[in-house]
């Protein structure tokens, strides 16, 4: 049902509903909140974790001051609890709330609770009567992901709306298979996604939701799984001398691994059938150079090889390589590069030599790759940092009677018993080894107080020749964020370091010609230190870069921590991270201390998932690329493991049901299965 059969919802909230790609009621109830509000009881000044939002009881001291920055109006009191510890609180640009908070009065006070120096302080916390925070303890908001004009309110609204409206509808699960997994019924699911009624309400929603998405995701795969067996090689792609010159002409020896693991692809490219292989690599163990040749290769077999990317600067820097590579040896072959900085008129040139056979090796971003290009012959099509891609895409290159070779690369470690659930058809090619001229990298978290070290250790490598990147969490200064933003922290940089020292700084939001001119700069040395958001987070490939410092480092997550780091130790001069942790958090420290101790992608993947606990779906999610909507393959494991055997049962008819519940669940996973095609574009 479109979504503005809601009631309240025109065509502006709509097209704004749209920016977020929900259209239809049934994407607005599957657009989850990314988090909740809970109102928990009060708590003592002396028990706050540092930088969580917690509810503190107190009584004002005096009346408020007001102070004025060149940006705000700041408004201040001081309150106190009942151990009489002390706690200031702080207010931006709202005066009027001087009325308000009188001296004697008692209020309880809601925001996060920061250390500024040696004070605790609270920033614009929200004010409760007792009363009024009574009647709201226990209750759960939902906290949407927005955009601009769209209000949360909003999105409360029309998803209220639309559970009244679709409430009917019966679950397709079978009520046999629900008992046996202990799933909770749909509906349920979904109200108490959006508006759970306590923690346990929550969890229960949570966990069926996260199998649904599990299940449906094994059977479209199943689905295509099944007419992809002992599928015919119609690409013959052989190794060919000059792509062995190409390896005999590297500046480095290929590691055992790397070895194995082209052995592995060319004996899938020229065999019987056709090769759908993923690389899991940790970052930094040269899956690049391996690609490359299987696409030397199969261009020389005049088939197109085609690389998707997930960002264009990373695209780019695939290009620029092979490019550079294809012209040191002579080859015969050209190139396209296909991304969306693209100029319209650029792009038909490329779709044109594409579609003629012209190049054979074509670079671009998954989205460009997949609007409308026409290829000639593609016998190979490999993706780069992404896992789910190479699923579904590949049929309908198969409908057209010409289903490609499949090479997927990733750095995310994904158990083998895991891997074997979700790609069951893939093979997996382990690459184990890193390059042996590579230092382990060295790493320390510390306190903001080390700033003025690491700022004189930075200016020491750059002097060496080295280069660095300095990772702030925001683009610009936010009112209601604290946290380092790029744009400030470059121009602190610029003044700190010596003027001979070029700072620069990068983010998600410049223009993407931008970004490549400031990428490109990077790389040829000219920039010694980059300050970027984490658009550098996936792939991109410095190795004269050596230190990585990443300020806030405790509001990302593990795996995107392993991932920035990966941006250095990729050479043969010792490399350093510094983790700066700018909260007093005891969990955050312990979170850091495992990136600390070790550099081991897996590892971390592991312990980060012992620490968060199955089910605390609080932490930081884990990894982007498995794009799954609430389950995580790491913390849903059990549940992963459940749907797997519940599609399996279903489809040997274990599973008790009425004729009706047959229909219902035969019709809805007919649904799934059209949408898992008509995500495939390719
Ligand atoms: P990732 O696996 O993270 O994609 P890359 O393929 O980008 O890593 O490789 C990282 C760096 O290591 C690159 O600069 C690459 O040229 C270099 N490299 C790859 N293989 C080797 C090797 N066998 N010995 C030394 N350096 C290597
Ligand atoms: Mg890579």
């Known amino acids: 049902m479109d979504i503005r059969d809601i009631k309240g919802i025109g065509e502006k909230t709509a097209s704004l509903f749209g920016k977020l790609g929900i259209y239809t009621m049934e994407e607005l109830l599957q657009y989850y909140p990314r988090n909740y509000d809970c109102f928990e009881s009060p708590i003592c000044i002396r028990d706050f974790d540092d930088s969580k939002t917690a509810a503190i009881k107190g009584v004002i001291l005096d009346n408020p001051t007001i102070t004025y920055t060149n940006r705000y109006k700041l408004l201040s009191v001081i309150v106190k609890d ?44 929200e004010i409760y009567s ?143 059938t056709v090769m759908n292989r993923l690389i899991q690599g940790d970052v930094g163990s040269g899956k690049t150079i391996v690609a490359v040749l299987a696409m030397i290769d199969t261009a020389l077999s005049k088939y197109q090889a085609i690389m998707m990317a997930p960002t264009e600067v990373l695209a780019k820097q695939h290009y620029d390589y092979i490019t550079q590579m294809i012209t040191d040896f002579n080859l015969p072959v050209e190139t396209s590069i296909l991304t969306g900085s693209m100029t319209a008129k650029q792009k038909r040139i490329e779709y044109e030599r594409i579609k003629s056979g012209n190049t054979k090796i074509i670079i671009g971003t998954h989205a460009i790759i997949q ?115 790029v744009m400030d922290y470059s121009k602190k940089l610029k003044n700190i370091l010596p003027s001979d020292i070029c700072v620069e700084y990068l983010h998600g939001k410049m223009k993407p010609a931008m970004k ?86 897996f590892f971390i993947a592991s312990q980060d998932m012992k620490l968060r606990g199955p089910g605390d779906f609080f932490g930081v999610r884990q990894s982007g690329e498995m794009d799954f909507n609430i389950a995580d393959i790491y913390s849903d494991a059990d549940i992963l493991k459940n749907a797997s055997e519940a599609v399996e049962k279903m489809e040997i008819g274990e599973f008790e049901m009425s004729a009706e519940e047959k229909d219902i669940y035969i019709q809805e996973i007919e649904k799934c299965i059209k949408k898992a095609y008509s995500n495939i574009n390719l």
């Not at 949407?144 to 009244?164: D, F, P, Q, R, W």
Request: charged share 30%; with cysteine.
């Open 516 to 601: 490549n001119l400031i990428m490109e700069r990077f790389a040829t040395g000219e920039i010694n230190v980059l300050v970027s958001t984490t658009v550098i987070e996936v792939g991109i490939n410095v190795p004269n870069a050596t230190v990585m410092m990443i300020e806030d480092a405790q509001r990302f997550g593990l795996a995107a921590l392993h991932q920035l780091r990966g941006r250095v130790g990729r050479g043969k001069h010792q490399s350093y991270c510094i983790f700066v942790n700018t909260s007093k958090s005891a969990e955050a420290q312990k979170r850091l201390d495992i990136l600390n101790k070790s550099n081991d992608g």
């Open 371 to 485: 609007e409308n290009v026409i290829f000639d012959n593609p016998g190979l099509v490999i993706t780069d940092e992404q896992h789910r891609f190479g699923v579904r895409q590949r049929e309908n290159l198969a409908e057209k009677g010409c289903r490609p070779h499949i090479l997927v690369m990733s750095a995310t470690p994904i158990p083998r018993t895991l891997a074997i659930i979700l790609y069951g058809d893939l093979d997996i090619s382990v690459m184990n080894q890193m390059p042996a001229d590579r230092l382990p990298i060295k790493n320390c978290v510390v306190g903001t107080d080390y700033r003025n070290n690491a700022y004189k250790f930075i200016e020491k490598e750059v002097k060496k020749g080295r280069q660095v990147y300095v990772i702030c969490a925001m683009v610009e200064e936010s009112d209601n964020y604290e946290a380092e933003n």
């Open 82 to 125: 009942e151990n009489n510890d002390r706690i200031k609180l702080i207010w931006y640009n709202m005066p009027f709330l001087k009325g308000t908070l009188k001296s004697g009065s008692t209020y309880i006070f809601r925001g996060r609770i920061n250390y500024k120096g040696n004070n605790i302080i609270m920033e614009q916390p």
């Open 130 to 272: 007792l009363h009024a925070y009574d009647e709201k303890m226990g209750e759960m908001q939902p906290i949407y992901g927005l955009t601009k004009g769209l209000s949360g309110k909003t999105v409360i609204k029309a998803v209220k709306e639309a559970l009244n409206i679709c409430n009917h509808e019966k679950d397709y699960l079978p009520l046999s298979l629900r008992k046996e997994y202990h799933l909770a019924e749909y509906n349920f699911s979904v109200r108490n996604i959006h508006f759970p009624k306590d923690m346990d309400n929550l969890r229960e929603a949570r966990k069926r939701l996260a199998f649904d998405e599990f299940f449906r995701f094994i059977i479209s795969l199943r689905e295509f799984k099944g007419k992809d067996k002992r599928e015919k090689n119609n690409f013959i792609i052989e190794h060919h001398k000059e792509t062995e010159k190409i390896i005999e002409g590297l500046p480095f020896n290929l590691t055992d691994a790397q070895k194995t693991v082209f052995e592995e692809i060319k004996s899938d490219l020229s065999g019987q």
